[in-house]
């Protein structure tokens, strides 16, 4: 069944994905319109406990964190994080691992890239259907952290701490390994896959042999399609290889539905309750319906740019290379040089230095290291999403605050911008405002 799904998957696909955006584009048939139209149906609707009336969007839980793709994903931008140290996490999850020591554990690393905590798994689910319990409520207290500007002007950051309150189903292992991550945008993924593994690998210097302190890795994550070891280019720690695994993984652990790819529910061992309530099917999305949500999520348009020949903002770019951004944030990549658009990403893996570290491995990602997330659409976050907060656990009140987290491999370009005047800081966050 996978072959199958990989077959169809590309029937559907507009042709010359590299050079097109979104559904705008001519050559686009009236079934990839269908196909563009009902992925987005099912990316919005929520889904339902089982049984229902509703039989094809019933299968909601047991277990969950959210009841459709859209609640984490508003106008296919980024997530919602707290905003205060009392507020839900709306759109903000909370991986979990153990070191892994066993076999079994070791074997685990292999194909899911860490080892599940025991009782609740690689994911804390925060709702349960029918009266079961959800594994237990997030938040986050912050410590400030002080510093200065070399012209004086004084900032304040956000230290986030993770607590866990209210675990329903025994306590965690104690060498339980955190990271919460705040839902990503979705502009232009269709464009990020098109990208041939060769010109990604060819931005990579694991070993610093240029001496330029930038070390970006690949990593390597299992495909579970195809079998096989591939180039991981999405999510935070780019754990996923492809759009399809990306959306299958998000639906098992985010709303608690099955797929070909992970056929079984989100439920541990420990979790008797979970395992004997009724499910939506088997699978519970089916083939055809997971492939129609991919194709949508792959032609998200990217946003526009705004105000290019703005003398700010042209200065501000010219700040931005000059800092050394761009050594990461790489503006576009040869299979896009004909779109109006880029993605200053190199979407590989930089050590961002022990402010940012979440101390929990992720297939070759170290607790310290990241993707780059792409820069795109980044200046609308605020009208897309209404809130200005970045980085994975969106600590970052705005884009400056971003900045001054870099450390490790980002560590001279952030000293770069301490050392800007105040006009320049601002031309340089006009700049990233225009992407």
Not at 39 to 57: H, K, M
Not at 75 to 86: A, F, I, K, S, V
Not at 146 to 159: A, I, P, R, V
Not at 274 to 300: D, R, S, Y
Request: hydrophobic share 35%; with cysteine; net charge negative.
């Amino acid at each position: 069944m996978q072959a199958t799904l990989a077959i169809t998957l590309g029937a559907l696909l507009l042709p010359g994905i590299a050079n097109s955006s979104s559904l705008s584009v001519a050559e686009g048939t009236p079934q990839q319109h269908e196909g563009f139209a009902i992925g987005g149906a099912f990316f919005q609707q929520p889904w339902v406990s089982s049984p229902a009336s509703t039989t094809a969007r019933d299968g909601l839980g047991p277990l969950f964190k959210a009841n459709s793709c859209i609640a984490c994903h508003v106008q296919h931008g980024r997530g919602h994080p707290p905003l205060t140290d009392t507020e839900n996490f709306l759109s903000t999850i909370v991986k979990l691992s153990i070191p892994a020591h066993s076999a079994a554990q070791q074997t685990a690393v292999k194909t899911l890239g860490i080892a599940p905590e025991p009782t609740y798994g690689d994911h804390l689910q925060t709702l349960g259907i029918k009266g079961l319990p959800g594994e237990g409520t997030p938040r986050f207290t912050y410590t400030e952290v002080h510093g200065q500007f070399k012209d004086g002007e004084t900032y304040t950051l956000l230290q986030p701490q993770l607590h866990i309150d209210g675990l329903n189903y025994g306590a965690l292992h104690p060498d339980t390994q955190f990271s919460p991550r705040v839902a990503p945008p979705l502009f232009g993924m269709g464009l990020l896959e098109s990208i041939p593994d060769a010109e990604i690998l060819a931005n990579a210097d694991p070993d610093d042999h240029n001496a330029d302190g930038i070390s970006g890795k690949p990593n390597q994550v299992w495909d579970i399609a195809t079998q096989q070891t591939k180039l991981g280019r999405f999510s935070w720690k780019a754990n996923q290889p492809s759009i399809l695994q990306q959306t299958a993984d998000a639906f098992r652990n985010d709303i608690g539905i099955t797929s070909i790819l992970f056929p079984e529910q989100p439920c541990t061992t420990a979790q008797t309750a979970c395992h004997a309530l009724p499910e939506g099917g088997k699978p519970e999305i089916p083939a055809n319906l997971l492939e129609t949500v991919v194709f949508h999520v792959a032609h998200q348009p990217v946003p526009s740019r705004r105000d290019t020949d703005d003398p700010q903002v042209i200065q501000g770019q010219k700040l931005f290379n000059q800092a050394g951004c761009v050594a990461c944030h790489t503006p576009t990549f040869p299979a896009l040089a004909n779109q109006p658009h880029q993605p200053y990403s190199d979407l590989l893996l930089h050590d961002m230095g022990e402010g940012l570290a979440d101390k929990r491995p992720d297939f070759a990602a170290s607790g310290n290291e990241w993707r780059t997330p792409p820069l795109w659409g980044i200046g609308l976050t605020e009208k897309l999403s209404g809130h200005t907060r970045f980085l994975h656990d969106g600590r970052a009140r705005n884009l400056l605050e971003a900045i001054l987290w870099h450390g490790g491999e980002a560590e001279a370009a952030k000293q770069h911008v301490l050392s800007m005047h105040k006009s320049e800081r601002e031309a340089l966050l006009r700049f990233l405002n225009s992407l």
